[in-house]
């Protein structure tokens, strides 16, 4: 008996290298990234030097947590998160469902007629790559800018005890990208579901004394497949999504 085999990366997990924005922000902070949530995929920072904070904001509320080397944090979908860099703040990120957030798995705290339909969204995000480096740093900077004042703005109504305004971004986030979940949905196929199948054959495997599937061990490494691009939280070290 031979059973299933998954070879991508661990627990079809993605990683990438982040150095958080040093840009001072919209309220004055020493920098930043650009808030956004995830629909489909949690998120963990393993933070790797500097210091900083996330601040997160959901229908239970507003929170930061402190980052500093050793801290890990993690949250699950639904979550506003930006980053505030304080100094220097550098971070592993480990993004479940590898590929999802490349197809699209984050929405911007935008205007809410910027979220009106995906094409209005994809303009109002995107960062061209065949434009100076200085011209992207705008667009980038501008467009973390209008989405810190949209954060802001939902924020302030959660505390003061109105939820609709991030229930209407939620809503809006969701309808943005409901197009591309077939998509998504064999994605998590390939990769986060194969992961745990091949799991739980290799488990039945053993449990009948069957070790086929050790003769097929394999070693694999990769490097960066883009140092320093425009992410939504700063500049990223991108590995290859398996």
């Not at 920072?45 to 959901?58: D, E, I, K, M, W």
């Not at 305004?165 to 998504?184: C, G, S």
């Amino acid at each position: 008996m031979v059973s299933a085999a998954y070879d991508g990366f661990p627990g079809a997990v993605g990683v990438s290298r982040l150095r958080v924005y040093d840009w001072p922000t919209v309220e004055g902070l020493p920098g930043g990234g650009t808030p956004h949530l995830h629909l489909a995929c949690s998120e963990g920072y393993v933070v790797t030097a500097g210091r900083g904070r996330v601040q997160t904001l959901t229908l239970s509320g507003y929170e930061e947590t402190a980052l500093e080397p050793g801290t890990v944090a993690w949250f699950t979908p639904g979550t506003i998160h930006r980053l505030v860099n304080d100094g220097a703040l550098e971070i592993t990120v480990v993004m479940q469902n590898s590929g999802l957030p490349e197809a699209g798995d984050a929405v911007l705290t935008l205007p809410q007629d910027l979220l009106d339909d995906p094409d209005t969204y994809a303009d109002a995000v995107r960062i061209p790559d065949d434009v100076p480096e200085a011209e992207q740093v705008e667009i980038a900077r501008a467009r973390r800018d209008l989405a810190t004042r949209r954060f802001l703005e939902l924020r302030a109504a959660t505390e003061a005890g109105d939820p609709a305004p991030l229930e209407a971004f939620q809503q809006a986030a969701a309808a943005l990208i409901r197009p591309r979940l077939d998509a998504w949905e064999q994605r998590w196929r390939d990769g986060a579901q194969a992961a745990a199948s091949a799991t739980g054959a290799q488990l039945h495997a053993l449990r009948g004394q069957h070790t086929e599937h050790l003769a097929h061990a394999r070693v694999a490494a990769t490097g960066p497949t883009a140092r320093g691009r425009f992410g939504m939280c700063g500049r990223l070290d991108v590995y290859p999504g398996i």
